[in-house]
């Protein structure tokens, strides 16, 4: 067991693409804790897809020493989406390492993450990275942080994590500030579970944090909430490599496996202590709240029970998304999940399609709307679908956001454009130094989730980051746009849209669903539809045989009684036919806005 003392344990927090990865290659490189010959660029994020994106999604622990200390390293996200990673992984922690990009000075998730690590009263070193850039402008930046977040400028150390320059200065810094963790190691046992994933040989493996007490091998522990109590089968330390250690005391860092094969017993929060002398619960978590819902719907329905059970997994491994099963009558048996923002919907999807070997088909993202009934109740609407009718609705309230937008002065006008035209309201303006503006504006967050990112990086040619909390709910007037097919709602398609862009949207689905269903027996008649009002409309014109290619010259009243009979034929199997719509088409027109 190590002494207190010489324990660390530290964050390293910032915007996207500031550097977190390449500092932590180069802490690994520094300390030895690597062979160079194993050593690869982004060493830590281990998932395919955080190396094809070039961002971290989970949070990484590691340990490594540095001139007799013991530094426990969480390398963190940066993209707003997975700022729940972040905040658990502060709460494993006494301090932070604030890295911001000296060649583009605070961004959004700079404040965000920073503002994160001041709630949990961490020792934060601030650190500007690339400072070999022939772009970077140290001294502007320190000025900005000291403007913004009131950190003392003669403490900003200065480096490039490229190239290592600064960095051994940077850990003697954090060994130097931060200070060592409290705990006692005579208290009854008290460990905080912050990360978990699912083995399929193993059972689960919890990161854990002691805090107080000490968890030793072949010990008989209880998970608190869960009230289930196991024996502790291994536990190790990632150097980065997993390195079996007897015990961990107070302040350490390390894995925990102990047979757990139920998922929902290890969740992220979750106390673990010992069952002989049990102790109360650590505080936890707060449940992060999703933003955004899509319907996940497997194209082969014998994969559903798999999709359960992938669902299940990957949740221990991710606790900021949630699911519950749904059924529509155009895609079968699914499930509705929330996530916290587009990108964590795109990689959640990505990550069942490659780790489970399923075919999902997504529906159009959505958001949580309140409906507030007449009778004085109040329904939470995920799914169009659940809109109760109009004559029972008093009115309907959307969620809102407060988004904070960092940008150069000359894209103010275009940006102040986009945010007006996506029903935003401004609430503050402040100028962050001479060529960079903070805008806060209310904005709904229905206009935030289809394309309003895109938009925003192309109008400030990619200069503008965002960041956004939720900002409660208002009122507004919303529509539910319904898609009808030969006469017949698809419950898919429907949407609840601003009456002021609901002939668009409908237009919109309308004009791709004409492209992708083939051509019937009959005319299909495609229509938008808001309550009893018909919108927009379309038609898939029928596919005709002919029935007159055998006549040759001759009466013409032959031909005219093959066509009359050909028309009879129809009228009565448009009243028995049903429309075929191919999986492509759900797929396609479901992406339209994206």
């Known amino acids: 067991m190590i002494q207190k003392n010489l324990i660390r344990n530290f964050s390293i927090i910032s915007h996207v693409d500031h550097g977190k990865s390449t500092l932590s290659d180069r802490i690994l490189e520094l300390t030895e804790a690597v062979d160079p010959r194993e050593m690869r660029e982004q060493f830590l994020d281990s998932m395919d897809i955080e190396r094809e994106r070039g961002i971290t999604i989970k949070a990484q622990c590691v340990r490594v020493k540095w001139k007799n200390n013991i530094l426990h390293l969480i390398d963190t996200p940066g993209h707003v989406d997975f700022s729940y990673e972040v905040s658990r992984s502060l709460a494993a922690c006494e301090g932070a390492v604030l890295l911001v990009d000296a060649s583009q000075g605070i961004q959004a998730q700079t404040l965000a993450n920073c503002y994160q690590a001041m709630e949990h009263d961490l020792e934060i ?44 200065e940077l850990l003697d810094a954090i060994v130097e500030r931060v200070p060592p963790p409290a705990g006692d190691e005579e208290a009854p046992l008290q460990a905080l579970v912050f990360d978990s994933y699912y083995d399929q040989y193993r059972g689960v493996v919890s990161s854990i944090r002691v805090v107080n007490g000490v968890l030793a091998t072949d010990m008989q522990i209880k998970f ?27 302040g350490e860092v390390g894995y925990l496996i102990a047979s757990v094969r139920d998922v929902s017993e290890a969740r992220a929060g979750e106390t673990v202590t010992g069952a002989a002398k049990p102790a109360e619960a650590l505080p936890g978590y707060r449940e992060p709240k999703p933003m955004v819902f899509c319907g996940l719907y497997p194209i082969d329905g014998d994969q559903l029970p798999d999709l359960r059970d992938a669902l299940e997994k990957l949740r221990l ?32 999807r990505e990550r069942l399609e490659r780790e489970f070997g399923l075919s999902l088909v997504a529906t159009a993202p959505s958001v949580a709307y309140k409906a507030c009934l007449r009778s004085g109740d109040t329904v939470f609407v995920q799914n169009p679908s659940e809109l109760p009718d109009g004559s029972y609705l008093d009115h309907i309230e959307e969620p809102m956001l407060s988004a904070t937008i960092i940008m150069p002065a000359e894209y103010t006008g275009a940006i102040m454009e986009l945010c007006q035209g996506r029903r935003g309201e401004m609430s503050h ?9 903070e805008l806060v504006y209310r904005i709904p967050l229905a ?9 925003l990086k192309s109008r400030t040619k990619g200069y503008a980051s965002l960041d956004y909390e939720h900002a409660g709910y208002a009122t507004s007037d919303l529509v539910k746009v319904d898609i009808l097919l030969a006469g017949v709602a698809v419950d898919a398609f429907s949407a609840i849209v601003h009456r002021s862009k609901a002939a668009g949207y409908g237009r919109k689905i309308a004009e791709k669903l004409r492209e992708m269903i083939p051509r019937q027996l009959f005319d299909v008649p495609i229509q938008a539809a808001v309550g009893g009002r018909i919108i927009a409309r379309e038609t898939v014109k029928a596919r005709r045989k002919d029935v007159i290619a055998k006549c040759y010259g001759g009466d013409v009243t032959r031909k005219r009684k093959l066509l009359e009979k050909q028309k009879e034929g129809k009228k009565r ?22």
């Open 125 to 168: 070193i601030a650190a500007l990275n690339k400072i070999d850039l022939p772009a970077a402008d140290p001294d502007r930046c320190a000025e900005e942080i000291e403007n913004v977040l009131g950190l003392d400028p003669d403490k900003i150390l200065r480096i490039s994590a490229k190239t290592g320059k600064g960095v051994d």
């Open 573 to 594: 199997m448009k009243n028995i036919g049903r429309v075929e719509v191919p999986q492509e088409a759900f797929i396609t027109a479901l992406r339209v806005d994206r």
């Open 447 to 455: 206009e935030v989730v289809m394309d309003f990112f895109d938009q």
């Open 224 to 250: 608190v909430q869960a009230g289930t109590v196991h024996e502790v089968e291994e536990l190790g330390v990632r150097t980065p490599n997993p390195t079996k250690v007897t015990t961990l005391g107070p």
């Open 317 to 348: 491994n991710d606790a900021s998304f949630s699911y519950e099963p749904e059924s529509s009558g155009a895609l079968g048996f699914g499930f509705r999940c929330g996530f916290l923002g587009l990108l964590h919907m795109d990689i959640i």
């Open 429 to 437: 303006m402040s100028y962050l130094s001479p060529e960079r503006v």
